[in-house]
């Protein structure tokens, strides 16, 4: 369904043929606080498109995103002014380079989010110090430009913008992957240490599965816009049940495996002409034809939520 503005918006898209996409479809997630949930599949799965509903940067067609009771409002709407969760949800971007402008000062980075707080500028420098400091910076970097620093540094400073105003709840969108390994080690350490430090609450995007096996207490698997499978990291990781969880685990390199890691086959469909029934059919060994005709209902099964119709006979 669609609120006034927005069916007008699909009236306009229909009428032209331009086909109607659904980034995210049917996702319905839990996450209590301080812990950390991983957004785990390939490109093109809607990860992102969903980080940034949780955040309010997206507004849903339907459905609603709470944090505390309270609904998530999107930032564009006057309501987020007066919303209790205004810098309370903060999002880190994949690439700094990008996320960050490269003429500004780390300072004048790290302070944008107290913009409108109406803070006196003693209150905003302890604040930025502050939030240096947590993510290993000195006072040194403060008038420093982006565009003078590594990408890990720069990445530090995005975390710092990100936690200066103690948010709940952090949106990290592939915080590592375009970095060196072995900064990618000491920037998802740090992340480890922030959580801990301030009771952070992490929504963490990524495909790559060693990352979100290092990070995650729990792990929603999504495909072409779907959440597949959800359950806690140790539930999922020991035990795949979805043939898509299975095949994205095992191709990923383990200590002691002989031989090289299997490859998922084949490349996601095409959000524009989905496949009709379950979307992972073209691509799945176990497809029968109910998989080619119907979306498979969810199940539980202990504790874990899964949509395939391996498992409807129990
Ligand atoms: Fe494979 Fe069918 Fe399960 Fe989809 S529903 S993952 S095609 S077995």
New binding site residues.
Partial sequence: TYPARRRTIADFILRRRVPLIYAVNGASLKLDRGRTLVLLGESGSGKTTLGRLIVGLERPDSGRILVDGEEVPYVGNKAYVNSKLRGKLQMVFQDPSSSIDPFMSVKEIVSEPLTKLHLSKNEVMKAVNEALELVGLDKSFLNRRSSDLSGGQRQRVAIARAIITRPELVVLDEPTSALDASIQAQILNLLVKLQRELNLTYVFITHDARVAKFIADYVAVMYLGKV?EYGSADDVFNEPL???TQVLLSSVPTVGTRGLPKTIIGEVPSAISPPK?????P??????D???AV??QRRIIENREV?????NKG
């Fill in positions: 597949v979805h043939p898509y029934g379950c979307p992972f059919w691509r799945c060994p176990y497809a029968t109910a998989c080619k979306y498979p949509y395939c119709h391996i498992y």
